[in-house]
């Protein structure tokens, strides 16, 4: 019987483990060591009755109008056992905990998150994710996700309150 719980520090290296094994083919984006300790609090993991961990995922906050899913992935020999279904409930938990109106995810695979009461949202809809990740990947212009979202749609969202950073030296003399 598979549970879930919040990562600690000493999950970060069975974490990276999972990543790393879909993150070849682009199912999943590649995470470092150091980037999932550092956010190692967005995670959770899903842990067999042996305590080995089979699966994990993330929800990283944007604010009280977004979150996202993240890096959600189980071991090939647990696909299909319901520890999938356990990481998402468990991040929308994590959500609701937070009061955050609106989760996202970008995925290839719709159908699982359709299944999950995902539906899918307009990318313009989602500005706080374009701004963090899209604007930095080679494949912005040429993307094969499929954007999902899960509650209500932000109306209005944290890019907006960003500020255009003053220079630090005057740049004229
Ligand atoms: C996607 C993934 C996390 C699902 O985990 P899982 O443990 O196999 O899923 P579960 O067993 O909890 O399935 C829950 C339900 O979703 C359904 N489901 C599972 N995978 C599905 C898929 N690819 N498409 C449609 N439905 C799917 C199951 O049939 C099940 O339905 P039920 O509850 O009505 O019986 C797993 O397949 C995985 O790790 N895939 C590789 C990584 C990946 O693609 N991650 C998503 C990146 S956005």
Redesign the pocket.
Known sequence: MVHTRNAILPDVEQIHAIIRA?SGNG??LPRTLAELRENVRDFVVAEDDHGKIV?CGALHLYGMHLAEIRS???TPS?????????LVEALLQEAARHEVTCVC?F???P??FA?MGFSIARRDDLPDKIYKDCVHCPAFNACDEIAMYRGEIPKHNGVRDLQIPKPLVKLTV
Request: charged fraction near 20%.
């Open positions: 879909y199912t999943l699966g959600i992935a189980v647990t696909k299909g056992l319901g520890a999938g279904r356990k995810l995925t290839r695979i159908e699982f299944h």
